[in-house]
């Protein structure tokens, strides 16, 4: 158990250190009046549990961080005793740059293909153990993202993705 708990806490340090900090009850910032309005924001950007569950096929992921940024679900993958850090996340980036998003993925070494979802434009990058969805609106982003090390035990990656992408698009747009 107390490895479990570790695992998490590792993962929120990590999502906090990309993500950025906030204290409690601090309003997100909002965008300059001129700027065209962005997403709606809801929890986990309107992705359930059970979104993620049907995504997948099973329950081999574990809700482990929610915050105002987004949320991560925790691949029930171990090394021995330790989590493998693997899963699917969704953020929300508040006045992001697309061009810095799609620099960061290719020097991932990722491919990337440009898309449009709902009439939002973005692009997905992808590689044999992970695919992210990438969409833009008004001065927001929001990424879907699953990173695995054993993709043959999960359907496609970017059709995971995808799905939640589209879901989600629904429910924020």
Known sequence: MASRHLKIWAVAACVAALAG????????AQPPSSTAA???????????????????????????????????????????TVGAGMGISTWWYRGSDMDTERKLEQQAGRTLTELSLDGNKG???Y???????????????????IQTIN????PDLCAITEQLAELSQERVN
């Open 38 to 80: 962005g997403f709606n924001s809801v929890d986990c950007n309107g992705i359930t549990d059970a979104d993620i569950a049907a995504a997948v096929g099973s329950a081999k992921f574990t809700k482990a961080v929610v915050s105002d940024a987004g949320c991560f679900w925790q691949e029930d993958t171990l090394f021995g």
């Open 127 to 145: 590689d044999g153990n992970a695919c992210s969805y990438y969409v833009a609106k008004g001065e927001d982003v929001i990424t879907w993202s």
């Open 21 to 28: 900090c906030g204290s409690a009850g601090e309003e997100p």
């Open 123 to 125: 692009f997905k990058a």
């Open 151 to 154: 993709p043959a035990s999960l």
